[in-house]
């Protein structure tokens, strides 16, 4: 099975950046692609960007376009997620996600790296 770590989380001020990073373990590892979703207490998880293993394509959702960047390591099996111009509204659990070939869904989720966005 797929172990998910994320890391790179913290506090940062409005306009400032993070990168988030996230570690696979768990061989072979070879999914259809992956993932970063957020969530707020009180609110359901949202699609951040993911980004196929094999070509590198991405999708992203329209409140991060333009500013967040997601990026693959596929030798050390990682995934990042640059975060440019951050806003409040950027402050929530954000979770690295894989979706395995034989799966519609993401199957596998990290526990959580906190960021938090300051005015």
């Known amino acids: 099975q797929v172990q998910l770590v994320e890391s790179g989380g913290g506090l940062v001020q409005a306009g400032g950046s993070l990168r988030l990073s996230c570690a696979a373990s768990?061989?072979?590892?070879?999914?259809?692609?992956m993932a970063w979703f957020r969530q707020v207490p009180g609110k359901e998880r949202e699609f951040v960007a993911s980004i196929t293993w094999s070509r590198g394509e991405t999708d992203y959702a329209d409140s991060v376009k333009g500013r967040f960047t997601i990026s693959r390591d596929n030798a050390k099996n990682t995934v990042d997620l640059q975060m440019n111009s951050l806003m409040s509204e950027d402050t929530a659990l954000y979770y690295c996600?894989?979706?395995?070939?034989?799966?519609?869904?993401?199957?596998?989720w990290g526990p959580g790296t906190q960021v938090t966005v300051s005015s």
């Open positions: 996600a894989v979706r395995p070939r034989s799966f519609s869904i993401y199957q596998h």
């Open positions: 768990g061989r072979p590892f070879s999914p259809y692609g």
